[in-house]
C-alpha cells in the first residue's frame, strides 16, 4: 500500500529523519494560511501516489503571496500526467505546503527488499532530483548498492559504504549515519516494499533533509499497522481494483488488451507469461480463486469488460473446486447481463470439462473453445493483434 509524501513524512519525523516544516490543504484559502505561517518561498506540491509530479507540472515554488495562491490554485484540481499515473492521469486534491530549502547538494537514497540476494539493500547516487533509471541507464558506476543481511541488520560498515560512495563531507557524516539508521529501522519497522528520498538533499547550511518522501508498505503486513491503514486514500485506488475488492477477487489492472480470468495466482502468473509469449499483452491479472462461484466469476467477468482497453478476454480454468461447468454458467450469465462486445476464448480442464464446453458451445454467444493453454494464448493472440 502506497501512502501520500506528506503522510511518510511523518513517519520520518518520528524516526528522526529530518523533513522541511509544512502543512496539508485542500483549498486555495488553506494553502495561503500555511504559506503565511511558514513563511516565503515555499514549495506547493501535488500528493498524489506517483513520482515525477515536478515534470508534470504539480511542484511549483511561490516566492509571493501572489505565487502561493496562482499556484494552489493551478495544482489543485489538475489532472496531473506522469510516468507513473499513465495517460488517464490522477486528479489532485489536496496539495503539501513546505518552507522553501536552500539547496547546496542533491542525493538519491532509498531502501528496497532484494529477493535474488536475501537481504535489504541501500540503494544512493550523487545524482539527486533525477529519474533513478536514466542515471542507472547512463551512468551505472554512479549508483551505489549495499546489501545488508536482514538478520544481522544494518552496521557500521553497511553505513560507511554508502557515505563514501556519496562522497560526503566529513561533518556530514555522523548526521547522514543517523539519518540512514534512523530510515533503516523504519523500513523494518513498517514491514515497507520500498522507502526512497529523492532528493535527499544538503542545504545552503550544511543539513541534511530529505525534500521528498515515498514508502510503499507491504498490504500483507497492514494488520500489523492500524496507522498506516488509517492513512489509506481511497481517491488514489484504481476504481476497477477498488470495485474488485469488493467481490474478494483478486485484480491488478495491467497495460495491455487481454483480458484475463483463471483460477489459482501461480496459474494466472503463468497464464500472462503465455500470453506475452504470443506476441500480445495481458490487460489484468485476475485471480477468481479455487473456490469461485458462478457469481464470482460473473463479477470477475464484469470488470474485465468494463476496461475500454481490453480487445479480447482469456479464460483459463482448472476444475476443481471450481467446477468447469459451474465456470460455463457464469460465464454465459455475465456475457449476456453486459451484453459482450470482444471475443471470449476459453481453456478449460477438470471437473465436468466437457458439459463446460458443451454449455460454451450452445450459447451462441462470442465464446471459443481451446484445446489447451498454447492454443488459447494464440487464439487470443490472433484475436487482439
Not at 489532472?79 to 518552507?99: A, F, S, Y
Not at 563531507?169 to 540512514?180: D, N, Q
Not at 451484453?339 to 471437473?351: I, N, Q, Y
Amino acid at each position: 500500500m502506497k501512502i501520500h509524501e506528506y503522510q511518510a513524512k511523518e513517519l520520518f519525523r518520528k524516526y528522526k529523519v529530518p523533513t522541511p516544516a509544512g502543512g496539508v490543504s485542500e483549498s486555495v484559502g488553506g494553502v495561503e494560511e500555511i504559506a503565511a505561517k511558514l513563511g516565503l518561498p515555499v514549495a506547493v506540491k501535488a500528493q498524489i501516489h506517483a513520482g515525477g509530479r515536478g515534470k508534470g507540472g504539480g511542484v511549483k515554488l511561490a516566492r509571493t503571496d501572489g505565487d502561493v495562491s496562482a499556484a494552489a490554485d493551478t495544482i489543485l484540481g489538475m489532472t496531473l500526467i506522469t510516468k507513473q499515473t499513465g495517460p488517464e492521469g490522477r486528479v489532485v486534491k489536496k496539495v503539501l505546503v513546505e518552507k522553501g530549502v536552500g539547496i547546496q547538494k542533491e542525493l538519491y537514497l532509498s531502501i528496497i527488499p532484494d529477493r535474488e540476494t536475501a537481504c535489504i539493500t541501500i540503494v544512493a547516487s550523487r545524482d539527486g532530483g533525477m529519474d533513478i533509471e536514466e542515471v542507472a541507464e547512463r551512468s551505472p558506476e554512479r549508483i551505489i548498492k549495499v546489501a545488508v543481511n536482514p538478520v544481522t541488520g544494518i552496521q557500521g560498515y553497511h553505513l560507511r559504504r554508502v557515505m563514501f560512495g556519496l562522497e560526503l563531507e566529513k561533518p556530514l557524516m555522523k548526521e547522514f549515519s543517523a539519518i540512514l539508521k534512523n530510515l533503516y529501522t523504519l523500513f523494518v519497522d513498517y514491514d515497507c516494499s520500498m522507502v526512497e528520498i529523492n532528493p535527499l538533499i544538503v542545504t545552503d547550511d550544511n543539513m541534511i533533509v530529505a525534500l521528498d518522501a515515498k514508502m510503499d508498505i507491504d498490504s500483507n503486513a497492514l494488520y500489523r499497522h492500524p496507522d498506516i491503514l488509517e492513512m489509506h486514500d481511497p481517491n488514489e485506488d484504481d476504481p476497477i481494483e477498488a470495485e474488485a475488492a469488493k467481490y474478494n477477487l483478486n485484480y491488478i489492472n495491467l497495460d495491455g488488451n487481454v483480458g484475463n480470468m483463471v483460477n489459482g495466482a501461480g496459474l494466472a502468473m503463468a497464464t500472462m507469461d503465455i500470453i506475452k509469449q504470443a506476441g500480445a499483452e495481458p490487460a489484468n491479472f485476475l485471480d477468481v480463486g479455487g473456490g469461485a462461484s458462478a457469481e464470482m466469476v460473473e463479477n470477475g467477468f464484469r470488470l474485465i469488460l468494463s476496461d475500454p482497453k481490453v480487445k479480447g478476454i482469456l479464460i483459463n480454468i482448472f476444475g476443481g473446486i471450481l467446477r468447469c461447468d459451474v465456470l460455463a454458467q457464469g460465464v454465459v450469465r455475465a456475457a449476456e447481463k453486459v451484453k459482450l462486445s470482444v471475443p471470449v476464448v476459453v481453456r478449460m480442464e477438470g471437473t465436468n470439462v466437457e458439459e463446460g464446453r458443451r454449455i460454451l458451445a450452445e450459447s451462441g454467444l462470442k465464446l471459443i473453445n481451446a484445446n489447451d493453454l498454447a492454443d488459447a494464448a494464440e487464439k487470443v493472440a490472433g484475436i487482439v493483434a
